[in-house]
């Protein structure tokens, strides 16, 4: 490798290394949104049906159902999106083997740079990236460059588990309260038990994604709300409470 084709993988490593980090941390964040989905999108769909029939087996068919399909879709989703992050955790651990096997001298070179990008002088950084290669050269380049440990890489079983889970357990809340409540204030209390519910899930959210945690539980709350006017009246609309 050429001087400029060492600056060039350090470029492309530090984009890797930061989704590789942010992959571990979107399984809380997925978590909370996962939750959260399941909240707005089951809220939504019995505060609708609640508003065209008041049959309880109709609105808990209808609920369960979508938990169902919503837990299911989210474990999908979520099951692609980290294997694929896996996927190319193996790709750059793979690469990166091939590269030391291949150029020795020019990964020591490039593991030398990055301590000295880290503070250390010229003669630490490359004394440093020495003792570690005579160490273990593959272990020291994996974690300087990409921050993968492959005894520990992401797993999609686990994420799909944990947004699935999630969903359902922000689920529950609104098909409860829809079904508890007796049928004057059912729609109120559900409102209601909603918004506490998305003012919570929306201030952890805001948390972990270091957001204005105002700003981000308002945009939440607000989003909820009119899912649930929305799909109210559209159930109102074509009322069957006949049925």
Do not use: C
Not at 23 to 28: I, P, S, T, V
Not at 142 to 166: C, K, Q, R, V, Y
Not at 182 to 189: G, H, Q
Not at 224 to 237: C, D, P, S
């Amino acid at each position: 490798m050429t001087k400029d084709q060492i600056k060039a993988k350090n470029v492309h490593h530090h984009e890797p290394l930061t989704q590789t980090k942010n992959a571990k941390l979107n399984w809380l964040r997925a978590s909370v949104l996962g939750a959260n989905d399941g909240i707005v999108s089951i809220a939504g769909l019995v505060v609708g049906v609640a508003g065209a029939t008041s049959s309880h087996q109709i609105i808990l068919t209808a609920g369960i159902a979508g938990i169902i399909a919503g837990a299911i879709s989210m474990a999908a989703g979520e099951y692609i999106s980290v294997s694929s992050a896996r996927d190319t955790e193996k790709a750059m651990l793979k690469k990166e083997k091939y590269e030391l096997e291949n150029f020795p001298e020019e990964e020591l070179e490039e593991l030398t740079h990055i301590y000295e990008g880290k503070g250390l002088t010229s003669k630490t950084a490359r004394a440093v990236a020495e003792e570690l290669t005579a160490n273990d050269p593959y272990a020291a380049h994996i974690d300087a460059e990409l921050g993968i440990d492959p005894e520990d890489l992401i797993n999609p079983w686990h994420a799909a588990f944990a947004s699935a889970t999630s969903f359902l357990g922000g689920a529950i809340i609104p098909l409860a309260a829809i079904l508890l409540f007796p049928e004057p204030i059912r729609i109120s209390m559900t409102f209601i038990s909603v918004v506490i519910a998305l003012v919570i899930t929306g201030s952890i959210s805001a948390k972990v994604g270091n957001a204005n945690i105002l700003r981000a539980t308002t945009r939440v709350v607000l989003g909820g709300a009119l899912a649930m006017i929305v799909t109210y009246g559209v159930g109102r609309l074509f009322n069957v409470s006949g049925l």
